[in-house]
């Protein structure tokens, strides 16, 4: 079976064509700067060819033909025609408290997909694009939506309310949500797998640290709890985006520096994090450089990115009353060695000790902690296409 993988953005698409048989990638590209100039396609196949397109592309609808016809292409391309692509899984970030899981998509789901787009006005509505754009040209295909939202929706109520008069979760369902669930789901399962366990049975933190950042609490295989909140901006300090902070900060900015409500939304979202915090880069490669040149600024960006998931650490500890394993995965959780290092930095209280030579790792799976460590620590590689995939192979059988 083959299965194409489509996160469809305002101005991009990425995609990915599975060989379910084997879970192989055949092929994976993106279409960028739909609608803008200089837009562009990228592929490469499994076989190494590669397409690299520059021409105008209009809209969703253009970019997806030419991932099609690249897909297809007769030298470069992987398939002989688009009828063998058997069902198409999407990225989908909010579903709210409509889905718990996957899901095949029909008139219902697209309603429901737009609905709640106002808590999602920058993803919800390409992600609906692809969606529909798909259905056009692959009519022979189903078409499977995945949530980022979904595996957080077994959060218990105390963990998803805010302390806010209870009438806007009622009239706005303005409550916590959580995002990143794949992926969070995928490496909690990959250290199960690791510790030939069953996750039923296990307590584990699962840290998703990339551009994006968030942590979860995964109890018994659900999710516990979860940094994210109402939107990808709680929580953690990300590249750009500033995570937790005292809501009043929001009124005093806005007064203070004359703002509308989008453009302090904008600064908590794009100005923020390590980029506001270093005015280097919102990139850690580049932050770790310049910490070690010396500057301040830079190193109070990486002191203050690492406590902050320190902290959540020790909170999910609590709250799950213990942890078996602690999982680092995305860019910089599989990547950045010294963040690992300082973030698990004097927990030995909470049985979590780190191997440094083990810890001398990136991007593959392995076991981190120190041989007396008593909660386990992992790196693990994200893999969020391929849950699409399975999920998408699941549902239509
Ligand atoms: P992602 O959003 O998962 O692609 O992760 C992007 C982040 O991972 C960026 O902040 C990168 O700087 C970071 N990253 C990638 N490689 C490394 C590395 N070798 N060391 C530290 N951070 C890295």
Redesign the pocket.
């Known amino acids: 079976m083959k299965i194409l993988v489509i996160n469809s953005g305002s101005s991009s698409i990425k995609y990915q064509l599975f060989n379910m048989e084997q879970e192989e990638v055949l092929a994976k590209g993106l279409v960028e700067r739909i609608g803008i100039d200089g837009s562009c396609l990228e592929q490469e196949a499994s076989t190494g060819e590669v397409i690299e397109l520059e021409t105008e592309i209009a809209d969703h609808a253009a970019g997806m033909e030419l991932v099609i016809e690249s897909l297809t292409d007769e030298n470069k391309g992987v398939i002989t025609g688009v009828d063998e692509v058997n069902a198409v899984g999407h990225r989908v970030v909010q579903g709210g408290k409509s889905f718990s899981e996957s899901v095949i998509v029909d008139e219902e789901v697209k309603e429901e997909i737009e609905k709640w787009s106002n808590l999602a006005p920058l993803h919800n509505p390409p992600n609906l694009m692809g969606i529909e754009v798909c259905e056009k040209l692959m009519p022979h295909a189903q078409q499977v939506a995945v949530f980022d939202t979904a595996f957080h929706q077994t959060m218990p109520k105390e963990a998803y309310t805010y302390g806010l008069p209870y009438e806007y979760y009622e009239k706005y369902a303005l409550r916590r949500y959580g995002f990143h669930g794949t992926s969070h789901k995928f490496v909690a399962q990959a250290v199960a797998q690791e510790l030939e366990k069953d996750l039923e049975e296990l307590k584990v933190i699962t840290c998703h640290?990339?551009?994006?950042a968030s942590i979860t609490a995964v109890k018994n295989g659900q999710s516990y709890d979860t940094s994210m909140g109402l939107t990808p901006l709680e929580g953690l300090v990300m590249?750009t985006r500033c995570g937790d902070l005292d809501p009043a900060a929001i009124p005093f900015i806005m007064e203070q520096e004359d703002l509308s409500p989008a453009e302090i939304d904008n600064l908590m979202n794009q100005e923020s994090g390590?980029l506001g915090l270093s005015g280097v880069s919102?990139?850690?490669?580049?932050i770790?450089q310049a910490a070690e040149a010396g500057n301040e600024r830079a190193v109070l960006a990486l002191d203050v990115f690492s406590y902050r998931v320190k902290k959540y650490i020790g909170s999910y500890v609590a709250a799950m009353n213990g942890v078996d394993a602690v999982v680092f995965t995305?860019?910089?959780g599989e990547?950045?060695?010294g963040?690992r290092e300082s973030i698990c930095q004097d927990l030995e209280h909470l049985g979590i000790k780190l191997d440094s030579a083990k810890n001398d790792v990136?991007g593959k799976v392995q076991e981190i902690s120190a041989d007396d460590s008593q909660v386990k620590v992992f790196v693990v590689p994200t893999n969020e296409e391929l849950v699409i995939a399975r999920d998408t192979e699941e549902l239509i059988g």
């Open positions: 640290l990339g551009n994006g590249g390590l919102s990139d850690m490669r580049d770790e995305a860019g910089i990547n950045g060695i963040i990136r």
